[in-house]
């Protein structure tokens, strides 16, 4: 604008001065003038943009510097965003993770005591009027901050002459609840440590480049297409800067000065516009890598936030956050060795280890079971059968003991293999003629499991076990660790498989057991069995039909009586559940047993088959919340099948429900009928709800046997809440059962509980 206004300004002085005859050396001085003039503004204006050019350099350079700061101050910030509840060594990251204060602490339990009564036991075991006292509790512990302990203790006392008085305390470590606070701190550490996996030096440049490349835009921003087509014009098409009022040498000094500027201008936008293309494809670049190391970061955070069954292996843990870029980072051996601990108790523990060892076990001692890439477990204890007391002479009861250890390569969810030794000493249960109350047991086993694919499994398992051979008398010890001798060997077999395109369940196990092998996972003498289970399971209509059937077979032979004995039991079930949203839920099942049993030429033939269907649904009637329930009940069978009166019954029961804000009602109807007897029983009762204090129900039962004898009784129960969480707990029936002299025999129960739970 400066330039245009001076030539102006020396234009109009020239052309009033060129009007005037007598001023030629005028003209000649002021066209030199303005000829030196424009020379000196076009040197002065191309030094100006030189120095704006270097002052807008200087500028840019320290806003990048200034946002430079910023950016590592903000990502610093950010690296330790999070940190301020959990405080570590970064270079030591899981330095005190267990940490040992409090030694001792106390979380919480519960105590209950509940009193029993029964005036009749329906049982073969006949008893009247027994009362149960039975004190239960538990206590959670916590020792060292990390190992959680549960202490349990029980006591039974009663007035039976079968069931004997127990008074029983344990003490178990809680392997799960361990092992999940240990994973939490563990995933903890790690993931406070995700933002160090940044890749800072790309993510700071990246973010800086980025900052460059916007400066760059509105830089060229400031260059308008107008200007840009002005400044080609300038320099491509002649004389467009001419002026007529102008002299040619006036004119031709003022276009090469602005083709001067206009050259200063289009390099100005060349550069620019170069640094730019140039930068944009490096941010590209930078944000390709950027967007790789969040995307790693996000794997890391979710393989920390599951999958934690994979990482247990040593190697894993290593390979693992050796792909994260944290090879530096080592776990310490001791927690990626306490991630494999699955079991660790000492006290009374239910011990399933494999179908030909030790399965379904009571154990009163130490069980320990540990599996990372290997595997091994160690059981030893006294064997419980209290809940055979009952049948069991305390004076003829004699102490059974097991030890087992187990090892092997493999992950149990995965392939593995086993080999497991055990030895203890059980108690026989049947007569013999040598009168042994008990034996030593020595067995050996080798278990394997193969993973066909992620949803089908096959599993095997041979045994063989050294035992007292009953078939000498007296008997000379145990047999021999003999291949050939297949009468104290054994071998099952298991597949299992799911078929995810249709929804099928299929399961088929296979087991062979010789005559003389003995092990604690069952506890035939002298008998060999065979026996062998198939199930299916199969869902229709998007899972709202779900059909499952089975078949088990379990054989036993005794070639060592010297009548020829044989029992051959088939199971099978069949079984229909259909639910939908809305509708009514129903359930049908049928399980029909047989059971021959053969003795030299004289066979029996027992059969049980029972038939059950029923239908649940809730519903309004208005806003009334309602529900309905019909339940059959179809047992086929003879007199001589079965010591109880339900032989060849039918039942139907059905019952409505009407749920007020304040009391809940219900009716019901029980009808039973055989070829002995017919038995009708009509229920009515209130439920009364308190809503701080607990509920209240009483009802009234009428019993109609065979239309002649008609009696009455009721129930009455309470649930009383004490204190904040405590509850006391009564209840009380007295009812009518059909007996064996064709009438109603009063039947009382009645139950009182308190529970006193306790937080620390």
């Not at 007529?244 to 602005?258: G, H, P, V, Y």
């Not at 390099?267 to 190391?293: E, P």
């Not at 969480?725 to 139950?751: C, H, Q, W």
Request: glycine residues 6%.
């Amino acid at each position: 604008m400066l330039t245009v206004a001076c030539l102006l300004v020396i234009s109009t002085g020239v052309a009033q001065d060129a009007g005037r005859k007598d001023a030629p050396k005028q003209v000649k001085s002021l066209t030199k003038k303005a000829a030196d003039s424009l020379r000196s503004f076009a040197d002065t204006t191309y030094k100006g943009v030189k120095s704006q050019l270097k002052v807008q350099r200087e500028q840019f350079q320290q806003s990048f510097n200034s946002k430079k700061e910023l950016l590592t101050a903000q990502s610093i910030k950010k690296s330790l965003a999070g940190k301020d509840s959990l405080l570590f060594d970064i270079q030591n990251p899981f330095k005190q993770l267990l940490f040992t204060k409090p030694l001792l602490k106390i979380n919480g339990g519960y105590v209950s005591y509940q009193f029993n009564y029964r005036s009749a036991i329906d049982t073969p075991y006949i008893e009247k009027d027994i009362a149960q006292h039975n004190v239960t509790g538990n206590l959670n512990v916590t020792v060292g901050g990390h190992i959680p302990l549960r202490v349990t203790f029980w006591s039974r006392q009663s007035n039976s002459a079968v069931f004997r008085d127990i008074n029983d305390v344990q003490v178990s470590f809680d392997g799960r609840a361990f092992q999940q606070h240990l994973q939490q701190s563990l995933r903890q550490r790690l993931l406070a440590m995700s933002p160090n996996l940044r890749d800072s030096l790309t993510e700071k440049l990246y973010f800086l480049k980025q900052f460059e490349l916007e400066q760059l835009k509105l830089k060229l921003r400031s260059f308008t297409p107008q200007d840009l087509v002005e400044a080609h014009e300038t320099l491509k098409v002649p004389r467009i800067t001419w002026l007529s009022n102008l002299a040619d040498s006036i004119n031709q000094a003022r276009e090469d000065s602005l083709k001067k500027m206009a050259g200063l201008f289009l390099d100005l936008y060349a550069t620019t516009k170069g640094r730019y293309d140039s930068l944009s494809r490096k941010v590209d670049s930078l944000k390709g890598l950027y967007d790789q190391n969040i995307a790693k970061i996000k794997r890391y955070q979710q393989l920390l936030n599951g999958g934690w069954r994979d990482l247990i292996a040593t190697r894993q843990w290593t390979d693992k956050l050796r792909d994260y870029g944290m090879g530096q980072v080592q776990v310490p051996a001791k927690y990626r060795w306490l991630m494999g601990l699955r079991q660790f108790s000492v006290g009374r523990s239910v011990t399933n280890h494999s179908e030909l060892t030790i399965k379904n076990t009571s154990v009163n001692g130490i069980n320990f079971e540990y599996n990372s890439w290997y595997y091994l477990a160690v059981t030893a204890g006294l064997v419980d059968y209290r809940y055979r007391d009952f049948v069991i002479n305390g004076a003829n009861r004699k102490p059974q003991y097991l030890y087992m250890v187990r090892a092997g390569l493999g992950r149990l969810e995965k392939n593995y293999f086993i080999l497991s030794a055990f030895r203890g000493d059980k108690q026989l249960f049947a007569s013999n003629a040598n009168k042994v109350s008990s034996i030593a047991v020595t067995g050996f086993s080798a278990e394997g499991r193969f993973q066909v694919n992620p949803t089908t499994y096959l599993t095997g398992e041979i045994a063989k076990s050294l035992a007292p051979d009953f078939r000498h008398s007296p008997i000379q010890g145990n047999t021999k660790f003999s291949l050939s001798d297949k009468t104290n060997q054994a071998y099952a077999i298991k597949v299992y498989s799911y078929l995810p395109q249709t929804g099928t369940k299929l399961e088929g196990t296979y087991k062979h057991t010789g005559a003389n092998y003995q092990s604690f996972s069952s506890f035939q003498t002298n008998a060999a069995l065979e026996s062998w289970t198939m199930k299916a399971e199969q869902t229709f209509f998007k899972r709202k039909l779900r059909m499952t059937g089975s078949l088990r077979k379990n054989e036993f032979t005794n070639p060592l009586l010297p009548q020829n004995y044989s029992s051959n039991t088939v199971f099978k079930s069949l079984t229909a559940s259909f639910r939908m949203r809305k509708w009514p839920s129903f359930t049908v099942g049928y399980q029909p047993m047989s059971q021959l049993t053969s003795l030299d030429s004289v066979v029996v033939e027992n059969r049980f088959q029972v038939l059950n269907g029923s239908a649940f649904h809730t519903y309004k009637l208005g806003t009334l919340r309602t529900a309905s329930s019909l339940v059959l009940s179809k047992y086929y069978n003879t007199n001589s099948d079965t010591a109880f009166l339900y032989y060849n019954a039918t039942n139907v029961f059905c019952s409505q429900q009407f749920f007020f804000d304040a009391f809940t009602t219900q009716t019901a109807v029980s009808y039973t009928r055989n070829g002995s007897y017919k038995l009708v029983v009509l229920d009515g009762g209130v439920q009364l709800n308190f809503k701080r204090l607990g509920s209240v129900g009483f009802g009234v039962k009428v019993n109609s046997l065979n239309e002649d004898e008609v009696k009455a009784g009721g129930y009455f129960n309470a649930n009383v809440r004490v204190f904040r969480e405590d509850f006391i707990t009564v209840s009380y029936d007295r009812g009518y059962l059909p007996g064996s002299n064709k009438g109603l025999i009063r039947n009382e129960m009645a139950t009182v509980q308190f529970v006193k739970s306790f937080d620390f």
